[in-house]
């Protein structure tokens, strides 16, 4: 199938849009500070819609629909937590860093534990970025694939060179003004799929699909059952297991990753910072529940509509849309996947490349200008770019595979590392010790490597005693061993700490709350 010309007209535009906003803000960008924080001038509102659209990607456009049609709204429960998440990260984690960081995350496990803290975490931000960016570019593949025909590795790489050539130019101002237009595309597209999918004729009478859905038990939200054996269940992930893993993944981003971390520092007050990181929680929420709805009235609307929907399950939400939409919206769902794509992408490749930059090229090279830093920034962004498509095309989805987003989110909090474990080592105790943090990555890596290889849906070494447990707990338990490991070296065995280290734990945040609260209480 290939788009008409009105769509081809539409999608055109939208490349135009996006292309017109990266040229027009890409002037002035001639000082780091400026291509990796905006120089902090970035209003409110603008940030709340670019932590939307961080977070926000074709993984919710594709991906999610793809999990509802297979398996319900196993997903939706997880996925509200994330204003729990952020009114503990708005109140003091965006303060927080506003206060101790100029640019990366990892400046601060720098401050508090040293240099070998600080590359572990940062390496684990660049391959988990990298494999999420590749989980964007091939959800965005396989929606254009289905529309259009055009060959998965193609579109792949036609996005991501475009994504990288605005992100390059234009640097985190680029980034977080398309991500304006780039959200109210994506929220529109959005909205014109479910009401189709709400009045489809070819499946009945109004809101039939919901029916038909609830019927076919696309509506439910998995297995709660809360057990011992529960745990072990390799085929089956229950609700709580989902809970806890994402509830421990919004925090893990939340807290520890660059690029949410770098959009606390693009504001231009505490303030704007903090409420936009809440707002922009509260924009997702329905986002994601417009999406995995969506997904379920597919399943609805093929059911009663007759037609045998895709081998693969990921590929539903862009058959409907070759197939059902009509011409006009076409085109504009078509540019609110690729709007949910970039958005995404871009924010990534900035927050790659800062790091980078920042944590690797400034440390090793201190003594080199600005301007070298800012064109290794931007070459970064190219090699980011390059190493993310590659990782797209190794997922491409074969039929039998679980679904993307499954598969997704176990591999990303395996490829954490650990990073919420030393993170709260650093933040949440003043006890901790360098010596401690570096047990702590130790046992945390020696953990995961007998993890991953024994772990039973893909062992490779039968060690005799293996992890027998759903995989998908791997990540989660490399966050304790390392917080629970690395606290007990530390009153064991001692080390450095560093001189200011009241000012770089969680307690003196809390005083300085509590301070400004009382000034503020006297003043009324």
């Excluded at 919004?250 to 660059?258: A, F, N, V």
């Excluded at 929680?281 to 995995?292: D, H, Q, R, S």
């Excluded at 830093?373 to 997922?395: D, E, T």
């Excluded at 030393?422 to 933040?427: D, I, M, N, R």
Aim: charge should be positive.
């Amino acid at each position: 199938m290939s788009l008409s010309f009105i769509d081809l007209i539409v999608v055109a535009i939208y490349f135009a849009l996006i292309a017109a906003i990266g040229v027009y803000v890409s002037r002035g960008q001639n000082t780091t500070t400026k291509f990796f924080v905006a120089g902090h001038s970035i209003p409110g509102w603008v940030v709340a819609f670019t932590l939307m659209g961080t977070i926000i990607g074709t993984g919710t456009f594709v991906g999610h629909p793809g999990t509802s049609y297979q398996k319900g709204l196993i997903l939706l429960f997880p996925h509200l937590l994330l204003p729990v998440v952020l009114l503990f990260v708005a109140k003091i984690i965006v303060p927080f860093y506003r206060r101790v960081v100029h640019m990366s995350a990892y400046e601060y496990i720098g401050k508090r534990f040293g240099l070998g803290g600080r590359l572990y975490t940062s390496f684990g931000f660049l391959a988990d970025r990298t494999f999420d960016i590749g989980v964007t570019l091939v959800t965005t593949a396989i929606a254009v694939n289905v529309l259009t025909g055009w060959d998965l590795r193609g579109v792949i790489i036609g996005v991501t060179i475009f994504t990288a050539a605005y992100t390059m130019l234009g640097g985190i101002k680029a980034v977080v003004w398309t991500d304006v237009a780039q959200g109210t595309i994506l929220i529109l597209g959005g909205s014109f799929v479910l009401l189709r999918l709400l009045f489809a004729p070819e499946a009945g009478a109004p809101f039939a699909v919901i029916g038909e859905a609830w019927r076919g038990g696309r509506l439910t939200f998995g297995s709660w059952e809360f057990s011992w054996r529960s745990l072990f269940d390799t085929q089956t992930t229950t609700a709580w297991l989902f809970l806890i893993t994402y509830m421990v993944q919004w925090s893990r981003r939340y807290i520890t990753d660059q690029h949410l971390v770098q959009r606390y520092l693009i504001a231009r007050t505490d303030a704007e910072a903090s409420r936009a990181t809440f707002t922009g929680a509260l924009i997702c929420v329905p986002v994601f529940f417009t999406f995995m709805f969506a997904g379920s009235c597919l399943y609805g609307f093929f059911q009663l509509a007759g037609v045998p929907g895709p081998e693969i399950g990921d590929n539903i939400m862009p058959y409907f849309l070759a197939n059902y939409m009509p011409t006009g919206l076409l085109g504009l769902v078509v540019a609110a996947i690729l709007a949910a794509a970039m958005s995404t992408t871009s924010s990534d490749l900035n927050s790659v490349a800062t790091v980078a930059t920042t944590d690797y090229f400034a440390t090793f090279f201190p003594h080199v200008s600005d301007r070298a830093r800012l064109l290794f920034g931007r070459i970064m962004i190219v090699v980011g770019g390059a190493l993310a498509a590659s990782c797209a095309i190794l997922l491409i989805p074969e039929k039998g595979l679980a679904p993307v987003m499954e598969r997704a989110v176990t591999i990303a909090a395996i490829l954490s590392g650990g990073t919420l474990g030393l993170f709260t080592l650093g933040f949440a105790t003043r006890t901790a010790t360098r010596r401690g943090c570096y047990v702590g990555m130790g046992c945390c890596l020696a953990f995961m490597t007998w993890a991953i290889l024994s772990q039973p849906r893909a062992r490779v070494v039968d060690f005799g005693f293996n992890f027998d447990m759903n995989p998908i707990l791997i990540g989660i338990f490399g966050h304790l061993v390392l917080f629970i490991s690395g606290w007990l070296a530390s009153r064991l065995l001692g080390g450095y700490r560093p001189d200011n280290v009241e000012d770089l734990t969680f307690w003196s945040q809390k005083l300085r709350n509590a301070n400004a609260a009382a000034a503020a209480s006297r003043s009324a």
